[in-house]
């Protein structure tokens, strides 16, 4: 995690990450899941790094039972979701940042019913050994922006306000 103009680490930043179980349903969905399943809150280091454990996400259909369903149906569109995992990421002085990252092998990555897979938001998840409780490694440097250099640049955001 650094400032994206200076490069510097940024330390203290708040890590908020969650993502549905294999089933493909969030624990608010799943009676057998205790609540905050596959949710967490990190906080970078010093250095800017962050680690934590996780699944690897899977494809899962959205309810089709409602409007989102409703249009798609009229649409001629599956319900998948490509396999992704949400971060919202703050801390002071910098805007937040609100993404997904999503799994670049996953079968829906091309056709992904929300239209929010991107080029930039696809991520390998590598093989790993010498962890037992891993099978799979994901590295991944966010890069954020300064209220000021958000303001100055464009980059609008909650804690930015438009240039008048």
Known sequence: MADYKTGVPV???????????????YEQQDLDQVDSNLRGRFTSSKDGRYSFYCLRPTSYPIPIDGPAGRLLKLLDRH????????FVI????????????????DTHVAD???????????????????????????????????????????LLGKEATPKS
Do not use: C
Not at 79 to 86: A, D, E, F, T, V
Not at 98 to 104: A, G, P, W
């Open 90 to 105: 703050k801390t002071p002085g910098h805007k937040s940042v609100i993404t997904q990252l999503f799994d670049r092998n």
């Open 11 to 25: 330390a203290g930043a708040e890590l908020d990450v969650w993502h549905t179980a294999p089933n493909g349903l």
């Open 79 to 86: 319900p998948m979701r490509s396999g992704h995992i949400h």
């Open 112 to 154: 992904d019913a929300a239209f929010a897979t991107k080029q930039d938001l696809l991520v390998e998840f590598v093989p790993m050994s010498g962890d037992l409780q891993a099978r799979f490694e994901l590295l991944y440097d966010f890069w954020l922006a300064t209220v000021d250099d958000a303001n100055e640049n464009s």
